[in-house]
């Protein structure tokens, strides 16, 4: 008889049981949120995370946030993704001098530049800088100009009139400049053919002659 009562007693509690259980598995649970290079979680950590609980991130000093700063847990997972900590630049004195650089407005020093932030530069006194001066900081990475001594330099304007490209291409500002003891190739633009025998233009001392293009000779 006892045991029937036992049999009865455990069928009764065992739907409270299960209603229990599947309550619990409906509360939406995020798993513990992503940390991220060169940052930091900065919420309080818990042990479990629920619907709609937040957490903020921030960088270590001299990096930069790329994405939200705070990320909110939504059915089982984080919205939207963690940010990313971007890496400064850092041009030392050596490389500078290596490349007969200065940071605009300042002495020739190393500099920390955070992601994002631009600066201006020059170059020493006999060197042509090959445009833009102005360069930018990408997550840690930063393309340093280029400077160039005794250099010859070719009008964009004059390569136009006589209908020539440069091949490879070349960037956009309005002179050329080819260091001494380089050369460039050209080319005729589509339709005309060169009238010298050479196409290299060298870069050796004397001014440089520019040769001329003339009409594609009509096919037989």
């Not at 009764?12 to 939406?28: A, K, M, R, T």
């Not at 609980?53 to 089982?76: F, M, S, T």
């Not at 290596?98 to 020093?109: E, I, P």
Request: neutral net charge; aromatic residues 8%; hydrophobic residues 35%.
């Amino acid at each position: 008889m006892k045991s029937w009562l036992l049999l009865i007693a455990a069928f009764l509690l065992w739907p409270g049981c299960s209603s229990q259980n599947v309550y619990v598995n409906i509360i939406s649970v995020c798993e513990e949120p992503d940390d991220i290079a060169f940052g930091e979680i900065v919420t309080m950590e818990k042990a479990k995370y629920l619907e709609n609980d937040q957490v903020q991130y921030r960088c270590c000093p001299g990096y930069v946030l790329e994405g939200p700063e705070c990320i909110q847990c939504k059915g089982q997972q984080w919205i939207p993704h963690p940010p990313k900590c971007l890496a400064p630049c850092s041009i030392t004195k050596q490389q500078l001098a290596t490349k007969n650089l200065f940071a605009f407005g300042s002495q020739r020093k190393s500099r920390f530049i955070q992601s994002n932030h631009s600066l201006q530069f020059q170059c020493s006194k006999g060197y042509v800088l090959v445009a833009p001066s102005v360069r930018k900081c990408v997550d840690g990475y930063m393309d340093l100009p280029l400077c160039i001594s005794d250099p010859c330099m070719i009008p964009r304007a004059e390569l136009e009139t006589q209908k020539i490209e440069v091949k490879g291409g070349m960037d956009a500002s309005e002179n050329i400049f080819v260091p001494r003891g380089h050369s460039i190739e050209l080319t005729c633009r589509t339709g005309y053919v060169l009238a010298a025998d050479s196409s290299q233009l060298a870069c050796d001392g004397t001014p440089p002659v520019i040769p001329k293009c003339k009409d594609l000779p009509p096919a037989l």
